[in-house]
């Protein structure tokens, strides 16, 4: 039997549409142009499209979006500056630092130098505490989007052995405390677990965000798991696949997202999500 396949671009159109009436709303209503700023450091080429996609989504959301490109031998002190001046500016309601940062630039400092109430991308460590006490603000997009499909698809959480491959601050980790607080029983697996297979075969529901193509195959799927694929991994060919084998899983998963079109556009619309609610609380809303 083949799984139900998750349409990520399809459950993300939605969301945006919605989010577009809502930043109608806010504009007719309130005043508010909602706004993102995105820093791009560099001419990295994947950060480039990222970034372009970014710009678009926003644009047809009604999003006001600014760009801060710099060189690529910006120093340290110019990025930061730059990261200050946008925390300084009412028009900014989300700020995004594209990323990786080249070698001379403190990722870690300029991360934490975006005002956390600006902070879509929820990396900065307030938010990060917030999201592990329990009193979530901005949760991290991916991992965000990963929920709001699962519960587009009427998946019920509740008890389910969850299993996430990849304990990166970005993804796995809090993405293992979303779906623990949808009562899940949570594993998390990474490079030095032992058996990985066994432990997916275990899985209800299966996230893997490693970044190695195909290492997850239809037989270490337990039959009817949800499988969502966070991987996004560049073949010589030029093609784009996830970390799941998806001709073997889809036979034995009971739903399954593809790479690509599964979760990259929920990253994306949660970014927006995240910058509309930003500015709705800059507003007291
Ligand atoms: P990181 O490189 O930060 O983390 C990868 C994780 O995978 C690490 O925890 C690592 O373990 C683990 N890992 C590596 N090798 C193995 C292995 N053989 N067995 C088990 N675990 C392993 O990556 P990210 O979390 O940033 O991203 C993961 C993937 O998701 C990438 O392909 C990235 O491109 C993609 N991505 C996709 C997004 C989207 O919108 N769809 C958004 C963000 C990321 P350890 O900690 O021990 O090193």
């Known amino acids: 039997m083949s799984a139900e396949i998750i349409d990520g671009k399809a459950i993300a159109k939605e969301l945006r549409a919605t989010l577009k ?4 709303e806010l504009v007719d209503d309130h005043g508010i142009t909602p706004g ?3 820093v791009l450091v560099g001419e990295d080429p994947a950060s480039q499209v990222y970034v372009r996609n970014k710009h678009r989504a926003c644009e047809r959301a009604g999003i006001a979006t600014r760009d801060i490109r710099m060189d690529e031998d910006a120093t340290h002190q110019e990025v930061m500056d730059a990261v200050q001046e946008l925390n300084n500016d009412p028009n900014i309601h989300g700020i995004l630092v594209q990323l990786p940062l080249p070698d001379q630039i403190d990722e870690e400092e300029v991360l934490n130098a975006i005002d956390p109430a600006k902070d879509v991308d929820g990396f900065h460590p307030f938010n990060l505490g917030m999201l ?3 009193q979530p603000t901005f949760v991290a997009c ?3 989007g990963v929920m709001h499909m699962i519960d587009e698809m009427g998946i019920d959480l509740t008890g389910k052995e969850a299993v996430i491959i990849g304990r990166s601050t970005i993804v796995g980790k809090p993405q293992a405390l979303l ?4 009562h899940c029983t949570v594993t998390i697996c990474h490079s030095r677990t032992q058996d990985l297979a066994e432990h997916c075969r275990n899985a209800d529901v299966l ?3 490693v970044g190695r193509p195909h290492m997850i195959t239809g037989d270490m799927i337990k039959p009817g798991a949800t499988v969502i694929d966070v991987g996004i991994n560049r073949l010589e060919d030029g093609s784009l696949v996830g ?3 998806f001709d073997s899983a889809v036979e034995v998963a009971g739903a399954i997202t593809p790479v690509p079109g599964g979760v990259g556009p929920m990253t994306i ?3 927006l999500r995240n910058t509309v609610d930003a500015a709705r609380r800059a507003a007291g809303l």
């Not at 009436?21 to 109608?24: A, N, T, Y």
């Not at 779906?179 to 949808?182: G, M, Q, V």
Request: aromatic residues 4%; without cysteine; negative net charge.
């Open 132 to 134: 592990l006490s329990g």
């Open 269 to 271: 619309a949660m970014l």
């Open 207 to 209: 996230v893997a965000a």
């Open 36 to 38: 993102l700023a995105v």
């Open 142 to 144: 991916t991992p965000k």
């Open 243 to 245: 970390d799941v084998d």
């Open 179 to 182: 779906l623990l607080y949808r």
């Open 21 to 24: 009436s809502e930043v109608e």
